[in-house]
């Protein structure tokens, strides 16, 4: 499988960015989805998860209520809207596959098989 994020960008603080990953090359719709991200010296965090029916996501907690996770197997794309953006939430954003079908095992970066090559979030006070 390959992924391919994009939608980054430079916003300012209290903007809005949507970020979309498309997958290839395997049964998208049999995998959960994931989005991380990474600031300069930081770890790699979790950001948010969806369950591979797209019935059920799951949110970090810094951006529960700003951040939404959606998917259209149809098209083989996973999005994330992003609103209210603050500066920290400055960082290179990841998606990623999951076999897992438990929703919980979304925030363990250890459960995910691929990942993409990550697109560059930075939003200014």
């Known amino acids: 499988v390959q992924l391919q994020a994009s939608g980054g960008g430079l916003v300012q603080a209290g903007g809005s960015l949507r970020l979309s990953c498309a997958a290839s090359?395997?049964?998208?719709?049999?995998?959960?989805m994931g989005w991380f991200r990474q600031a300069p010296g930081k770890e790699r965090e979790f950001v948010g998860g969806?369950?591979?029916?797209?019935?059920?996501?799951i949110y970090a907690d810094s951006v529960k209520g700003r951040f939404t996770i959606s998917r259209d197997n149809a098209k083989n794309t996973v999005y994330l809207q992003m609103n209210n953006l603050r500066p920290e939430d400055t960082a290179v954003y990841y998606c990623?596959?999951?076999?897992?079908?438990?929703?919980?095992?979304?925030?363990?970066?250890?459960?995910?098989?691929?990942w993409g090559q990550g697109t560059q979030v930075t939003v200014s006070s």
């Open positions: 990623a596959v999951s076999p897992s079908i438990i929703l919980s095992q979304l925030r363990v970066p250890s459960s995910y098989r691929y």
């Open positions: 090359g395997g049964p998208f719709r049999g995998y959960g």
């Open positions: 969806i369950h591979r029916t797209g019935s059920t996501t």
